[in-house]
């Protein structure tokens, strides 16, 4: 069985402890990898080696990081299939997915910062009348630790490493112990490209183990973490006192809302990908629609019926809308809530129950419905897979558990309004704070509405329409800080400021 190592000081290398988790193949349920069960003793490995190679490659011009990063973008593009398919599999969602969209970004999160590198510049301040001038030294950190969850595996791991690197740190970084795989493969490219040993490496396992680690040692000088509100709240806990630099991209429960004058057919079309795309497990999903009254039948109407349409099925097949669930723990999440908000007195118009696992494409398991379920099923109910069917529930409150807390899954309610503060009031009253998509074609509304939400992001007649210089992050429980643009090199990097009088 393959097995998924770490990347320190430039090679792959088994962990100490030489134990080895079981990591499963969503669509199936079965074992098919095994990952690193690496300890803090991996981490001082890796941290060790990245201290060893931050003063020189701090001192690496950026024309040279530059050089290195573009050689690792072409190699991860030489390999996109390959990725892809490995994506795909270690986290369900559909191959043309990660196809069209993880893999390119990883690529894409490369080449914005290797050439935003060259692009950085720093301030100067004439002071005038004492004669002085000062200037702002941008010196990068040091040993920094990146931490990333399962969702979008390759997508928000390089979204951190890139910058970072980038910027002249060294890294340490966790991919999550759900998704290791591209991950580990990136390794293999990084050697592959030259990047010098002890730049970037790559601990596998637990977070409590080695997440935790790398967030509780003095010599790791920033976090940037993205994963659930829960886990941001104990890293800025052990972080804090020791004045770290923090970025926390954390959790969402973000509101869609749908005025009547928007434009329909785009609208429809839209939140069909906003609530269901990668199983609903983005962060920028939105999963609380509220319509206003006047299109709320025919938006229900639509919308179940475009919904009930969306295939669930194998992630290999091309033809699939839905993929399977990461896990069994985050199936059997969903699934609760499902039950919860049928308790809270919602009513399901389509979905709500587990899928029936696809016959699965010969060629990389033995899942074939004929065979079904595998005999170490690890599944609900003695189903391998973790499929549950495009679910749509009305009826509920906006202050139920149901709305108030994040679901993760492809899980979405839909309520009517009538006014706009009453809307408001509604999209505003959760802890969360990370997106918003607000349809309608009155413009003044649309920029009342923007500027009122509390949220991070706001998607006006559109859903996920990425610009990689713009502020990326969240408000209230979301989150701290932004990623994006050269708002992410900074964040990397320690301003000195110097004032020399003449
Ligand atoms: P998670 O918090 O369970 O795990 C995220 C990462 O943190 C993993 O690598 C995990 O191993 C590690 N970790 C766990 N405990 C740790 C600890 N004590 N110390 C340090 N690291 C630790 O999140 P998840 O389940 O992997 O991801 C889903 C969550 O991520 C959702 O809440 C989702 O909204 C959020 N998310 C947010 C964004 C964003 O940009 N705001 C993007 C994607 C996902």
């Given amino acids: 069985m393959q097995l998924i190592q770490n990347y320190v000081n430039g090679k792959i290398v088994g ?231 923090l970025s926390l991209e954390l959790g969402g429960k973000n509101p869609n809302i749908i005025f009547a004058d928007c434009d329909y057919d785009e609208m429809l079309a839209t939140t069909i990908r906003s609530s269901f795309s990668n199983q609903g497990e983005i962060c920028l999903c939105g999963s609380r629609i509220f319509v206003e009254r006047p299109i709320y039948e025919r938006f229900r109407t ?62 990389q398991s033995d899942g074939t419905a004929a065979n079904w379920p595998p005999a170490n099923a690890g599944g609900s109910d003695g189903i391998g897979g973790f499929f549950i069917e495009p679910t749509v529930i009305e009826g509920l409150p906006h202050d139920c558990r149901t709305n108030q807390e994040e679901i993760f899954g492809p899980v979405v309610t839909i309520m009517p309004f009538d006014t706009e503060d009453e809307v408001l009031a509604y999209a505003n009253s959760v802890r969360y704070g990370l997106s918003a998509t607000v349809w309608t074609e009155n413009l003044s509304r649309a920029h009342r509405m923007a500027a009122a939400l509390e949220s991070g992001i706001v998607w006006i007649n559109c859903w996920l329409l990425r610009d990689l210089r713009t502020p990326f992050g969240g408000v209230k429980d979301s989150g701290l800080g932004r990623e994006g643009g050269f708002e992410a090199l900074r964040f990397f990097t320690e301003e000195k400021n110097v004032c020399l009088k003449i």
């Fill in 15 to 245: 962990p100490r402890s030489d134990a080895y988790l079981d990591n499963f193949e969503p669509a199936t349920g079965e074992v098919y990898s095994q990952i690193a069960d690496s300890d803090e003793r991996d981490v001082q490995l890796a941290i060790d080696a990245a201290k060893a190679a931050f003063p020189a490659w701090s001192n690496t011009s950026a024309e040279d990081r530059f050089a290195i990063l573009m050689r690792l973008c072409g190699l991860i593009e030489r390999d996109l299939e390959a990725l892809a398919q490995a994506e795909s599999r270690d986290n369900g969602k559909p191959v043309t997915l990660a196809r069209s969209i993880d893999i390119p970004r990883a690529i894409a999160n490369f080449r914005f910062y290797a050439t935003a590198a060259m692009h950085l510049s720093n301030e100067s301040h004439e002071t005038v009348g004492r004669n002085a001038i000062n200037y702002t030294l941008r010196q990068p950190l040091g040993v920094v630790g990146c931490i990333s969850p399962w969702n979008l595996p390759l997508y928000l791991f390089t979204w951190k490493i890139a910058p970072a690197i980038a910027a002249g740190c060294t890294v340490v970084a966790k991919p999550s112990e759900v998704t290791p795989m591209t991950a580990y493969m990136l390794s293999k490219l990084c050697i592959e490209a030259g990047l010098p040993p002890g730049v970037l490496n790559i601990v596998h396992g637990l977070g409590p183990k080695v997440g935790s680690a790398i967030v509780a040692h003095r010599d790791t000088k920033a976090i940037s973490f993205t994963g659930g509100t829960k886990t941001g709240e104990e890293i800025a806990r052990v972080a804090a006192p020791m004045f770290k630099k």
């Fill in 302 to 363: 639509d919308f179940v019926e475009r919904v009930g349409k969306l295939k669930v099925g194998d992630p290999k097949d091309e033809t699939t809308d839905v993929g399977a669930i990461v896990s069994k723990q985050h199936f059997d999440k969903i699934m609760s809530y499902i039950e919860l908000a049928q308790a809270e007195g919602g009513t399901i118009l389509c979905g709500g129950h587990k899928s029936e696992p696809p016959a699965l494409a010969s060629g």
